[in-house]
């Protein structure tokens, strides 16, 4: 168990609608990371937020935002659903005092029909 | 835009041997390199990591080699068992900001 929690797990919906993903980042871990894992290819890196504040931005699209609240929890929200959204989506956090491993949850299946 | 890159998808070795996975940068920049593993419906799990400063940083049946020069990095696993069968990630960051990721190499460990 990694202590990052993803709720939820799974998620159907259709085109055009929106929806929001969250995470829990592991106790004391003040950095939040998002990315998106589609058809088993590579972890795309969406973005970053540290202590609730943007750190950096990946290829994430316009219909995507994310924000990290002031109890570090983070939501992803991606709006007008498209079926080339439809992936994993996982969440990960560290510690960032210096170089550390980033801690993942076990993501959120998202299918747009 | 590529920064980390993976150019095997797929390795398959017998159980006992050695298991040699590679991984490619571009970005000088990068000072923190890390090896994740994933099995199907689970998310990555941090495996071991290497620090630009040091050229090999060993765990048990774990190594990873980094060379600097050729932008290059590699995941040892000796002896090679059925249970490391998985997805095996590289990761570089700079200061732990922007993490990029591979795009995976599929290892199967034959018994």
């Known amino acids: 168990d990694s202590g990052v929690t993803q709720t939820p797990k799974h998620l159907i919906t259709a085109t055009g609608q929106r929806v929001t993903l969250r995470c829990s980042p592991r106790?004391?871990?003040?950095?939040v990371y998002w990315y998106q894992q589609s058809l088993d290819q590579g972890l795309q890196f969406l973005i970053q937020?540290?202590?609730?504040?943007?750190?950096a931005k990946g290829n994430i699209l316009e219909r995507f935002s994310a924000q990290q609240f002031p109890d570090l929890h983070s939501e992803l929200n991606l709006s007008s659903l498209e079926l080339g959204d439809s992936a994993l989506y996982f969440c990960?956090?560290?510690?960032?005092?210096?170089?550390?491993?980033?801690?993942f949850g076990n993501g959120t299946r998202l299918t747009v029909t | 835009d590529q920064q980390v890159k993976q150019n095997s998808p797929s390795l398959s070795v017998q159980e006992g041997r050695i298991s040699i996975l590679n991984c490619d940068y571009t970005?000088?920049?990068?000072?923190?390199f890390l090896w994740y593993k994933k099995y199907p419906a689970e998310g990555p799990t941090f495996l071991i990591s290497?620090?630009?400063?040091?050229d090999k940083n060993e765990d048990g049946r774990f190594t990873v080699f980094l060379n600097k020069s050729a932008k290059h990095l590699s995941l040892h696993i000796v002896p090679s068992q059925p249970g490391d069968s998985a997805v095996y990630f590289c990761?570089?960051?700079?200061?732990?900001?922007?993490?990029?990721f591979g795009a995976g190499t599929r290892l199967t460990v034959k018994p």
């Open positions: 990960a956090s560290s510690v960032t005092q210096g170089n550390s491993p980033l801690h």
């Open positions: 106790s004391g871990d003040l950095s």
């Open positions: 937020y540290y202590n609730g504040e943007e750190r």
């Open positions: 970005n000088s920049m990068f000072d923190y």
């Open positions: 290497i620090s630009s400063i040091k």
């Open positions: 990761a570089a960051s700079y200061n732990n900001n922007d993490m990029r």
